[in-house]
């Protein structure tokens, strides 16, 4: 299970490896124009530019202290970047494995850490059971994206710190891949103030969560999820157990479509001066269009690893 004491347990243990990230506001304090304050958790300011850091790291530390020697795990993303990160500090070995058409500055990444790269098929069931197959060795441990509650866990210390940094607020959007993020953040914050609304956030092609939900049991969306510009919310189902954490504490979900994610993408950069992944764009953009006037209102900008490739598309 999940709890709010297993959150404060994970960040004694990661808080002195990872960042406290600042929050960011937007609007003038002074103003008296009735609209919202808009706050932004800046974990693109992280280390390795995203929280995956955070659930990385409270996972490969407590592994490592009962004698993990190798860390694998299948994703060329921000969890592949947290894992080669936390193996590097800790001086033990990494496998990450990649689809073959891994893209060039995500692989960089990787391998300036230092861990073995495999590039192995394309899909990401290819790539789970290769990598399961190295998992034969004892001392070697496969590191999930997501679904487990170390992981849930150590994303949930972004909560812990959001509630200690900002009175008074209102809602809180998350942006929703597996759920590793809102599971831990909906349990930290519903678990310690449940008058903060928590709202997750998913663009209209990759609705698994959305329909989830409201069919009352997982449903997988298949290939349709591949289509978003937000690269770390392809996810095509929830996880097993992040599921239920959403159905006790997240208040809704709200979808937003591939032109809201690039145009909430350039109020980032023009308005805050901020460069924001489109994965985080989607909270962000949830966040610019909050129903109520007047409100304090907090968007969790996941992290900040943008291709360069897709730069011009999102601008
Ligand atoms: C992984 C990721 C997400 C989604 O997190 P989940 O725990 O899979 O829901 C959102 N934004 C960014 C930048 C990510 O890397």
Same mark, same amino acid.
């Given at each position: 299970?999940?709890?709010? #004491?297993?959150?404060?347990? @994970?960040?004694?243990? %990661?808080?002195s490896?990872i960042?406290?990230?600042?929050? =960011? #506001?937007?609007?003038?304090?002074l103003s ?5 304050? %808009? ?10 530019? #995203? ?5 990385a790291? *409270? ?6 202290? %009962? ?9 060329s993303g921000?969890?592949? &970047? @947290?894992?080669?990160?936390n @193996? ?11 689809? +073959? ?9 990787i ?5 073995d790269?495999?590039?192995?098929g ?16 004892k001392g +070697?441990?496969?590191?999930?994206p ?13 909560? =812990? ?11 809180v959007y ?8 809102? !599971?831990?953040v909906?349990?930290a ?17 990759a ?15 298949? !290939?349709?999820?591949a ?5 770390? $919310?392809?996810t *095509? ?8 954490? =959403? &159905? ?5 979900i709200? $979808?937003? !479509?591939?032109?809201q %994610? ?5 109020? @980032?950069?023009? &308005?805050m *001066?901020?460069l924001?992944?489109? !994965? ?9 269009s909050h ?5 304090r ?7 900040g690893?943008?291709?360069p ?7």
């Open positions: 299970m999940l709890t709010l #004491s297993k959150i404060q347990e @994970a960040r004694e243990n %990661i808080s490896f960042k406290k990230t600042p929050v =960011l #506001s937007y609007g003038d304090p008296q124009n009735g609209e919202n304050t %808009i706050f932004l958790k800046a974990e693109h300011l992280q280390l390795t530019r #995203s929280f995956k850091i955070r659930g790291t *409270n996972k490969i530390r407590k592994e490592a202290a %009962i004698g993990a020697r190798h860390v694998v795990t299948a994703s921000n969890h592949g &970047q @947290a894992v080669a990160c @193996a590097f500090h800790l001086g033990i070995k990494a496998t990450i494995v990649t689809p +073959t058409d891994v893209v060039l500055p995500k692989l960089q990444a391998k300036n850490y230092n861990a790269v495999v590039m192995h394309t899909t990401s069931d290819e790539r789970l059971s290769y990598a399961g197959s190295l998992l034969q060795d +070697t441990v496969f590191i999930p997501y679904d487990d509650y170390d992981i849930m866990a150590g994303q949930g210390t972004i909560g =812990l710190e959001i509630l200690e940094q900002v009175d008074e607020l209102d809602a998350v942006p929703i891949g597996g759920g590793g993020l809102i !599971s831990g909906a349990t914050i519903k678990e310690s103030n449940p008058n903060v609304k928590v709202i997750g956030v998913e663009p209209q092609l609705n698994d969560t959305f329909l989830s939900l409201q069919a009352g049991e997982r449903v997988n969306i298949g !290939s349709e999820a289509g978003t510009i937000a690269d770390g $919310l392809r *095509n189902t929830p996880g097993e157990k992040t599921f239920p954490i =959403l &159905q006790k504490y997240v208040d809704e709200r $979808l937003v !479509s591939e032109e %994610i690039c145009q909430a993408f350039t109020w @980032a950069l023009t &308005q *001066n901020q924001i992944e489109p !994965s985080s764009a989607v909270a962000v953009a949830a966040a610019l129903p109520k006037q007047g409100e209102v907090l968007a969790v900008v996941s992290g690893n943008v291709d490739k897709i730069l011009r598309e999102l601008f």
